[in-house]
């Protein structure tokens, strides 16, 4: 199994920032708990809340169980705790700390990824294998003339309104990072950055 790279960390993190937002949004829901106070006051048809109420709680809270084994205080109370530990950890991943480590690997990635690509150089010249392999971004990819990656970059932009990074051009037309860097600066006028390094992510204009 490779490992990630950091653009794909900082993905799952925002993937699960989101997931627990909904989670936490979904928990305190005024549907949720009248639905509660209908099952356990017998205000409505019980085993259709009771379907209801275990799909919903089981999905939003790890190890619920089944609501028939629960009082409501009991639920009301695994609810507030769950809402808090969600909210901790939404505190934890909204912080400095981890903008500041995704920061760091990624620079200290660029810096292996340039290392790495000045021994592949040295095991060629040299004519060995010490196991680095071809440039994952740089080597068997198509040569493209500047009219067909000007026509690709512009037309993976078009398709993702919400950005890509130069890394994710990089892999969705096939070309090396480098290129996709030079041609960035070569055409400011088509399209617009936001970020720093290699966390930019670039939209069209």
Known sequence: ???????????????????????????????LHRLLFSYFSGAGPKEKARVELNAILSGLIPGFGTIESHTMSDINRIIEQQKR????????????????????????????????????????????????????REDRRPKLSDSELDAKILEVLRNAPKGLSQVGISEAVGVS????VKWLKE????????????GRRVYLR
């Open 177 to 180: 990072y480098g290129a996709v």
């Open 1 to 31: 199994m490779s490992m990630p790279t950091t653009d794909q960390i900082a993905a799952e993190f925002s993937a699960l920032n989101l997931q627990w937002k909904h989670a936490l949004t979904s928990l305190g829901e005024h549907y």
């Open 187 to 198: 055409n400011p006028d088509k399209v617009r950055a936001e970020g720093e390094r290699r």
């Open 85 to 136: 530990d969600l909210e901790a950890k939404l505190a934890r991943i909204s912080g400095n700390d981890l903008a500041a480590m995704i920061a760091e690997r990624r620079s200290h990635e660029t810096r292996i990824e340039a290392i790495d690509a000045r021994l592949r150089q040295l095991c060629g010249d040299l004519g060995i294998d010490v196991g680095l392999g071809a440039s994952p």
